[in-house]
């Protein structure tokens, strides 16, 4: 018997590659066509939005605890959530959270360490990039972050939220996301990039970045598949 995952999803296209990566994936463990049960819950990406604009992270956590709730009544087994920068609000409520949850920056910091990185580029929105999430997870396995510059942040930024999450992938993102990453290569002796927002892998990948990348959503996406068929070495 295969368990239940949870999505908590947050924007549409991030939410979209995680579930499509189990489906698709969920063939190599369990047969054709096969993947584990999945049930997602979506709320208006504006619900978050206001309160991460307000620095809100107690109520951004509300949100995803209200998500929580209704995929527990679905019969969901454990939780994931595809979006980097609304982790920071999960300490907030994991306590009260009906389900365990698989935490995306720990999925990403053990693929590094199994990869011998060691030291890492972070890319993703400017709340995620000038939090903690990924320092966090990413010291407790001796692994260094570098963030990019606040300029680069902010375009990086605004490329997420007026682009990327919208479905808009534009030539001139490409060139910038490789920009960024070659500079942080060459400046701050990173040895890869982790793709922090759960769209930027969308556009970005190993064929076209500088650096190796570690992509947030899949690594996510096939732990879920990994911990749904209980074979944690696959």
């Known amino acids: 018997m295969t368990q239940h995952i949870g999505i908590v999803g ?24 096969a993947h584990p049960e999945v049930s997602m819950h979506t709320p208006s990406l504006a619900d978050y ?6 620095d809100d992270w107690r109520g951004v956590g509300e949100v995803m605890l209200a998500s929580a709730n209704k995929l527990a009544k679905t019969g969901a087994d454990f939780l994931v959530c595809p979006d980097n920068t609304i982790h920071q609000a999960l300490p907030f409520i994991e306590a009260r959270s009906p389900l365990p949850w698989l935490h995306i920056a720990g999925c990403v910091a053990e693929e590094a360490s199994r990869r011998g990185f060691r030291r890492l580029a972070l890319t993703g929105t400017r709340w995620l990039v000038e939090s903690e999430v ?10 260094e972050c570098v963030r990019p510059t606040a300029e680069e942040r902010e375009e990086i930024n605004r490329i ?18 490789r920009r960024v990453i070659q500079r942080m290569r060459e400046h701050d002796g990173c040895d890869a990039v982790i793709l922090g927002c759960t769209e930027i892998p969308l556009i970005m990948n190993d064929v076209n970045s500088p650096l190796p990348t570690l ?14 068929t209980g074979r944690q070495n696959a």
Do not use: N
């Open 160 to 177: 997420i939220m007026d682009e990327l999450v919208c479905g808009v992938f534009k030539p001139e993102a490409i060139a910038t996301f």
């Open 134 to 143: 990924y320092p966090e997870k990413l010291s407790a396995m001796g692994l």
């Open 10 to 33: 947050c924007s549409a296209e991030g939410a979209a590659l995680c579930y499509q990566t189990i489906c698709v994936e969920g063939a190599a463990l369990l047969g054709p066509h």
């Open 215 to 228: 992509d947030s959503t899949r690594l996510l996406a096939r732990a879920a598949l990994r911990r749904a």
């Open 49 to 54: 939005m206001t309160h991460i604009y307000e």
